[in-house]
C-alpha cells in the first residue's frame, strides 16, 4: 500500500498552476509550453525580460521558468525584479541556461533562483522541479485563517467565514 501524499503536495499534483516561460528561443519556447500545458499547467510566455517582468504583473504566476540568456534585461536581472515584488514572495524561480559555469551558478542564486538547470530538459524532470518547491512551501493563509487563493496574493474582505 501506497503511503499517504500530504494533502498540500497531492493537491499540487491535480491541479496546474500559473507557469511564466522566459525564453528568447522560439523553438525551445515552443516545445517547452506544450510540454507544460499538456501537464495541466496554464502557461504564459515572455521572449526577452522587459516583456516577462510587465507579464509576471499582469499575470501573477506562481512558477517563472527563466532562460538567464535573454536578450535586453539578462535572466538574472528578471529573477531580481520579480523577487523584489512584495505581492509574490513565494513564487517559484527556475534558472534555464546554456551554461553550466559555477559563475552562472553563483549568480543565479545570488539573483534569487530555487532551481539552476542546464538546457535541454527533459519535461519529466522540468515537472519534478516545479513540484518540489511548490510541495514545500507554505499555505498562505488571511489573519481569519482562511486560505489564500493562489492566483491572488490578498486576503478577500467577504471571504471571512470559514466552512467548517
Known amino acids: 500500500m501506497a503511503a499517504a501524499m500530504p494533502a498540500r503536495a497531492h493537491d499540487d499534483e491535480r491541479r496546474g498552476h500559473r507557469i511564466l516561460l522566459i525564453e528568447d528561443d522560439e523553438d525551445a519556447r515552443r516545445n517547452l509550453h506544450a510540454a507544460l500545458a499538456l501537464e495541466g499547467h496554464d502557461v504564459r510566455e515572455a521572449a526577452d525580460g522587459a516583456t516577462a517582468v510587465r507579464s509576471a504583473a499582469q499575470f501573477k504566476p506562481e512558477v517563472a521558468i527563466i532562460d538567464v540568456g535573454l536578450p535586453g534585461l539578462n535572466g538574472f536581472q528578471?529573477?531580481?525584479?520579480?523577487?523584489a515584488?512584495?505581492?509574490?514572495p513565494q513564487m517559484v524561480l527556475i534558472a534555464l541556461t546554456g551554461y553550466s559555469q559555477t559563475d552562472s551558478l553563483r549568480r543565479a542564486r545570488a539573483a534569487g533562483f530555487d532551481e539552476f538547470v542546464t538546457k535541454p530538459i527533459a519535461p519529466e524532470r522540468l515537472t519534478r522541479l516545479i513540484r518540489a518547491p511548490l510541495a514545500r512551501r507554505p499555505t498562505p493563509r488571511c489573519s481569519t485563517g482562511t486560505r489564500i487563493p493562489t492566483w491572488t496574493s490578498r486576503c478577500s474582505t467577504t471571504a471571512t467565514s470559514r466552512w467548517w
Open 85 to 88: 515584488n512584495p505581492e509574490r
Open 78 to 83: 528578471v529573477a531580481e525584479s520579480l523577487r
